[in-house]
């Protein structure tokens, strides 16, 4: 059984930073694309970031000098490195991952989402 774990949230002041992490478990034989989205209270949810197996990047354009993605493939990791935070990134984050388990069909896999929230 596939699953993701996010942690990493909390409670910051405008201008701060937070690292949030997401951690694939299960018997996984390749993860492709992993990325980040965040809904907030009556919006939709939304791409925030984006990383390939190859490291390219995709970011919104809210985010873009930021917030940067990146991923450890060998623990099965994404990180999102939250720069310059303010109230309007406020949101629940999702991590987000297309992954091969063994003996399984590849499927798009969710975290339960971390709480994120900037506040003075």
């Known amino acids: 059984q596939v699953q993701l774990m996010e942690s990493g949230g909390g409670l910051v002041q405008p201008g701060g930073s937070l690292r949030l992490a997401c951690a694939a478990s299960g018997t996984i034989i390749r993860i492709n694309t992993m990325g980040w989205y965040r809904q907030a209270p009556g919006k939709e949810r939304e791409l925030v970031a984006a990383?390939?197996?190859?490291?390219?990047?995709n970011y919104a354009d809210s985010v873009k000098g930021r917030f940067t993605i990146s991923r450890d493939n060998a623990n099965n990791r994404v990180y999102l490195q939250m720069n310059s935070l303010k109230p309007e990134d406020t949101a629940v984050y999702y991590c987000?991952?297309?992954?091969?388990?063994?003996?399984?069909?590849?499927?798009?896999?969710w975290g339960q989402g971390t709480q994120v929230t900037v506040s003075s």
């Open positions: 987000n991952a297309d992954i091969l388990p063994l003996l399984q069909p590849q499927s798009d896999y």
């Open positions: 990383v390939t197996r190859a490291d390219t990047t």
